[in-house]
Protein backbone atom coordinates (compact mmCIF):
# COMPACT_ATOMS: atom_id res chain seq x y z
CA UNK A 1 0.00 0.00 0.00
CA UNK A 2 0.91 3.31 -0.29
CA UNK A 3 1.79 5.60 2.37
CA UNK A 4 -0.35 8.73 2.87
CA UNK A 5 0.84 12.28 4.31
CA UNK A 6 -1.22 13.03 7.15
CA UNK A 7 -0.37 16.29 9.00
CA UNK A 8 0.90 17.80 11.44
CA UNK A 9 2.59 14.93 12.79
CA UNK A 10 2.04 16.23 16.80
CA UNK A 11 0.10 19.14 18.33
CA UNK A 12 -0.38 20.32 21.39
CA UNK A 13 -3.93 21.49 21.46
CA UNK A 14 -5.74 24.14 24.32
CA UNK A 15 -8.57 22.55 26.22
CA UNK A 16 -11.74 24.00 24.24
CA UNK A 17 -9.80 24.83 21.14
CA UNK A 18 -10.92 23.26 17.45
CA UNK A 19 -8.25 21.42 15.65
CA UNK A 20 -7.81 19.85 12.02
CA UNK A 21 -5.24 17.53 10.89
CA UNK A 22 -5.55 16.32 7.50
CA UNK A 23 -4.77 13.61 5.10
CA UNK A 24 -3.45 13.54 1.45
CA UNK A 25 -2.89 11.26 -1.35
CA UNK A 26 -1.26 10.85 -4.90
CA UNK A 27 -4.20 8.13 -5.72
CA UNK A 28 -7.48 7.99 -5.80
CA UNK A 29 -9.93 6.36 -3.01
CA UNK A 30 -12.95 5.08 -2.53
CA UNK A 31 -13.07 5.27 1.17
CA UNK A 32 -11.38 7.43 3.26
CA UNK A 33 -11.47 6.89 7.32
CA UNK A 34 -10.17 8.15 10.90
CA UNK A 35 -9.58 6.22 13.46
CA UNK A 36 -8.45 6.72 17.15
CA UNK A 37 -5.45 5.19 19.02
CA UNK A 38 -5.51 5.31 23.24
CA UNK A 39 -2.41 4.68 24.65
CA UNK A 40 -1.59 1.04 25.17
CA UNK A 41 -4.78 0.34 22.88
CA UNK A 42 -5.73 -0.91 19.25
CA UNK A 43 -7.26 2.47 16.77
CA UNK A 44 -10.94 2.58 17.41
CA UNK A 45 -12.94 3.65 14.11
CA UNK A 46 -14.15 7.21 14.71
CA UNK A 47 -15.49 7.68 11.14
CA UNK A 48 -16.53 6.47 7.24
CA UNK A 49 -16.46 8.28 4.09
CA UNK A 50 -17.56 6.80 1.27
CA UNK A 51 -18.67 9.64 -1.56
CA UNK A 52 -16.45 12.39 -2.36
CA UNK A 53 -17.50 15.46 -0.57
CA UNK A 54 -19.65 13.71 2.10
CA UNK A 55 -19.32 15.38 5.33
CA UNK A 56 -19.92 13.24 8.36
CA UNK A 57 -19.92 14.22 11.99
CA UNK A 58 -19.31 11.89 15.53
CA UNK A 59 -20.62 13.68 18.17
CA UNK A 60 -17.74 16.60 18.70
CA UNK A 61 -15.91 15.04 15.14
CA UNK A 62 -16.12 16.00 12.03
CA UNK A 63 -14.47 14.68 8.56
CA UNK A 64 -14.78 15.62 4.97
CA UNK A 65 -14.11 13.63 2.03
CA UNK A 66 -12.48 15.55 -0.30
CA UNK A 67 -14.05 16.47 -3.65
CA UNK A 68 -10.80 14.99 -5.54
CA UNK A 69 -10.66 12.19 -3.44
CA UNK A 70 -7.08 12.32 -2.70
CA UNK A 71 -8.23 13.98 0.39
CA UNK A 72 -9.36 13.87 3.87
CA UNK A 73 -9.93 16.38 7.00
CA UNK A 74 -10.45 15.96 10.49
CA UNK A 75 -12.12 18.34 12.91
CA UNK A 76 -12.10 18.06 16.43
CA UNK A 77 -14.37 20.65 18.18
CA UNK A 78 -14.18 21.79 21.88
CA UNK A 79 -11.45 19.59 23.04
CA UNK A 80 -11.34 18.10 25.93
CA UNK A 81 -8.55 15.92 27.83
CA UNK A 82 -9.83 12.84 26.79
CA UNK A 83 -8.75 13.66 22.71
CA UNK A 84 -5.61 12.80 23.54
CA UNK A 85 -4.20 9.43 21.34
CA UNK A 86 -3.39 9.14 17.91
CA UNK A 87 -5.46 9.74 14.93
CA UNK A 88 -5.06 7.82 11.82
CA UNK A 89 -6.64 8.43 8.59
CA UNK A 90 -6.92 5.05 6.02
CA UNK A 91 -7.69 4.90 2.57
CA UNK A 92 -8.41 2.35 0.16
CA UNK A 93 -9.00 1.95 -3.65
CA UNK A 94 -10.40 -0.45 -5.17
CA UNK A 95 -8.32 -3.51 -3.30
CA UNK A 96 -9.07 -5.50 -0.20
CA UNK A 97 -6.16 -3.25 1.11
CA UNK A 98 -5.95 -0.11 3.29
CA UNK A 99 -3.11 2.63 3.04
CA UNK A 100 -2.55 4.60 6.48
CA UNK A 101 -1.42 7.39 7.25
CA UNK A 102 2.11 7.92 9.85
CA UNK A 103 -0.59 9.96 12.63
CA UNK A 104 -1.05 12.47 14.49
CA UNK A 105 -0.38 12.48 17.95
CA UNK A 106 -2.40 15.14 19.94
CA UNK A 107 -1.87 16.02 23.60
CA UNK A 108 -4.08 18.29 25.38
CA UNK A 109 -2.79 21.40 27.80
CA UNK A 110 -4.97 21.65 30.63
CA UNK B 1 -19.58 -5.62 18.42
CA UNK B 2 -16.51 -7.44 17.18
CA UNK B 3 -14.17 -8.54 19.42
CA UNK B 4 -10.74 -9.06 18.02
CA UNK B 5 -8.22 -10.78 20.98
CA UNK B 6 -4.86 -10.68 20.55
CA UNK B 7 -3.66 -12.81 23.70
CA UNK B 8 0.10 -11.12 24.48
CA UNK B 9 0.20 -7.92 25.42
CA UNK B 10 4.03 -7.67 26.00
CA UNK B 11 6.53 -10.13 25.09
CA UNK B 12 10.51 -9.90 25.31
CA UNK B 13 12.29 -12.41 23.09
CA UNK B 14 15.71 -13.04 22.49
CA UNK B 15 17.43 -12.55 18.99
CA UNK B 16 16.85 -16.12 17.26
CA UNK B 17 14.21 -16.88 19.11
CA UNK B 18 11.10 -18.16 17.71
CA UNK B 19 8.16 -16.06 17.94
CA UNK B 20 4.26 -16.62 18.10
CA UNK B 21 1.60 -13.71 17.53
CA UNK B 22 -1.97 -14.91 18.33
CA UNK B 23 -5.16 -13.46 16.86
CA UNK B 24 -9.00 -14.30 17.67
CA UNK B 25 -11.76 -12.79 16.27
CA UNK B 26 -15.55 -13.43 17.26
CA UNK B 27 -17.59 -12.70 14.40
CA UNK B 28 -17.15 -15.16 11.57
CA UNK B 29 -14.88 -12.80 9.31
CA UNK B 30 -13.45 -13.84 6.36
CA UNK B 31 -10.87 -11.31 6.54
CA UNK B 32 -7.71 -11.21 8.97
CA UNK B 33 -4.65 -8.74 8.83
CA UNK B 34 -1.65 -7.98 10.60
CA UNK B 35 -0.09 -4.79 11.05
CA UNK B 36 3.40 -3.42 12.59
CA UNK B 37 3.17 0.51 14.15
CA UNK B 38 5.95 2.33 14.62
CA UNK B 39 6.37 5.75 15.46
CA UNK B 40 6.90 7.77 12.33
CA UNK B 41 5.71 5.16 10.17
CA UNK B 42 1.64 4.78 11.21
CA UNK B 43 1.01 1.32 10.33
CA UNK B 44 2.06 -1.33 7.58
CA UNK B 45 0.74 -4.58 6.43
CA UNK B 46 2.79 -7.68 7.12
CA UNK B 47 0.35 -10.23 5.98
CA UNK B 48 -3.44 -10.68 5.48
CA UNK B 49 -5.54 -13.46 4.99
CA UNK B 50 -8.83 -13.23 3.27
CA UNK B 51 -9.62 -17.04 3.73
CA UNK B 52 -8.57 -20.44 5.83
CA UNK B 53 -5.47 -21.71 4.46
CA UNK B 54 -5.13 -18.30 2.21
CA UNK B 55 -2.63 -16.03 2.53
CA UNK B 56 -1.37 -12.84 1.28
CA UNK B 57 1.98 -10.54 1.56
CA UNK B 58 1.32 -7.24 2.40
CA UNK B 59 3.65 -4.53 2.32
CA UNK B 60 6.67 -5.77 4.56
CA UNK B 61 6.37 -9.48 4.53
CA UNK B 62 10.15 -10.26 4.51
CA UNK B 63 11.19 -12.63 8.56
CA UNK B 64 7.31 -12.72 9.03
CA UNK B 65 5.22 -15.89 8.61
CA UNK B 66 1.42 -16.68 8.78
CA UNK B 67 -0.93 -19.19 9.69
CA UNK B 68 -4.79 -19.23 9.12
CA UNK B 69 -6.15 -23.33 9.93
CA UNK B 70 -8.98 -21.77 11.70
CA UNK B 71 -11.20 -19.41 10.31
CA UNK B 72 -11.05 -17.63 13.92
CA UNK B 73 -7.67 -17.95 14.70
CA UNK B 74 -5.05 -15.73 12.42
CA UNK B 75 -1.39 -16.19 13.72
CA UNK B 76 1.81 -13.97 13.26
CA UNK B 77 5.27 -16.19 12.71
CA UNK B 78 8.64 -14.58 13.32
CA UNK B 79 10.90 -17.88 12.57
CA UNK B 80 13.95 -15.84 14.03
CA UNK B 81 13.38 -12.48 15.97
CA UNK B 82 15.64 -9.81 15.44
CA UNK B 83 16.26 -6.77 17.16
CA UNK B 84 14.53 -4.72 14.49
CA UNK B 85 11.59 -6.46 15.25
CA UNK B 86 10.83 -4.51 18.01
CA UNK B 87 7.49 -3.26 17.92
CA UNK B 88 3.79 -3.37 17.97
CA UNK B 89 2.15 -5.60 16.05
CA UNK B 90 -1.68 -4.97 15.63
CA UNK B 91 -4.45 -7.31 14.20
CA UNK B 92 -7.45 -6.61 12.50
CA UNK B 93 -10.74 -8.55 10.93
CA UNK B 94 -12.85 -6.94 8.44
CA UNK B 95 -16.27 -8.76 6.83
CA UNK B 96 -16.92 -9.55 3.64
CA UNK B 97 -17.41 -6.88 0.68
CA UNK B 98 -15.64 -4.20 -0.10
CA UNK B 99 -16.44 -0.54 1.07
CA UNK B 100 -20.48 0.40 1.60
CA UNK B 101 -22.59 2.63 4.34
CA UNK B 102 -22.96 -0.48 6.44
CA UNK B 103 -19.82 0.38 7.57
CA UNK B 104 -19.75 -3.64 8.05
CA UNK B 105 -16.62 -3.76 5.69
CA UNK B 106 -14.24 -1.55 8.07
CA UNK B 107 -11.63 -2.91 10.30
CA UNK B 108 -11.72 -4.16 14.25
CA UNK B 109 -8.43 -3.74 15.74
CA UNK B 110 -7.16 -5.87 18.96
CA UNK B 111 -5.62 -4.14 21.11
CA UNK B 112 -2.06 -4.88 20.17
CA UNK B 113 0.93 -6.92 21.09
CA UNK B 114 4.34 -4.99 21.76
CA UNK B 115 7.08 -7.31 21.48
CA UNK B 116 10.51 -6.33 22.55
CA UNK B 117 13.37 -8.39 21.07
CA UNK B 118 16.55 -8.15 22.84
Known amino acids: GQQLNQSPQSMFIQEGEDVSMNCTSS?????WLWYKQDPGEGPVLLIA?????ELTSNGRLTAQFGITRKDSFLNISASIPSDVGIYFC??????????FGAGTTVTVRA | DVKVTQSSRYLVKRTGEKVFLECVQD?????MFWYRQDPGLGLRLIYF???????EKGDIPEGYSVSREKKERFSLILESASTNQTSMYLC?????????????????FGAGSRLTVL
Open chain 1, 49 to 53: LYKAG
Open chain 2, 27 to 31: MDHEN
Open chain 1, 90 to 99: AGRSNDYKLS
Open chain 2, 49 to 55: SYDVKMK
Open chain 1, 27 to 31: SIFNT
Open chain 2, 92 to 108: ASRGPGLAGPSGANVLT
